[in-house]
């Protein structure tokens, strides 16, 4: 249990929000008071970073920066950015199949298709391959 008797404003923390689905976020802080100090839109207590006014089960909390916990954030950032790139690019994907299934004829798009499936498995061997 991290203790911010010394924060001050502008002081840098990490943020993770009360809602599971959200990152972790670094935060500056707002604003100090003899107990507590505000950053990322809550208030937490200095004696441990825990979220003020929460019902402990549905709350955030602050972090001390480190080095490491800063990798953690940035390593998060990266993948649900990669991973919302990913689910777009399905999306367009299935969208465009649909519109070649309807209005073109998807035999004259045999080649790309086959180009583009197979750098698609290329793609998944390669996940799978980093996530055994």
């Known amino acids: ?64 920066v480190t080095p490491e916990l800063l990798a953690e954030v940035e390593t998060e950032h990266r993948y649900l950015s990669a991973r919302e790139n990913l689910i777009k690019l399905r999306n367009q994907l299935e969208t465009f199949t649909r519109e070649i299934d309807r209005t073109h004829n998807k035999y004259l798009l045999a080649d790309a298709m086959e180009a583009a499936a197979a750098d698609m498995a290329a793609a998944v061997t390669k996940l799978r391959e980093a996530f055994p």
Do not use: C, L, N
């Open 1 to 64: 249990m991290a203790s911010f008797e010394g924060i001050t404003v502008g002081d840098e923390v990490v943020v993770r929000p009360p809602s599971t689905w959200r990152p972790r976020t670094v935060a500056r802080v707002e604003a100090v008071t003899r107990t507590q100090f505000v950053a990322g839109g809550y208030r937490f207590r200095k004696k441990d970073g825990g979220h003020v006014g929460s019902d402990g089960w549905h709350s955030a909390h602050a972090y001390q």
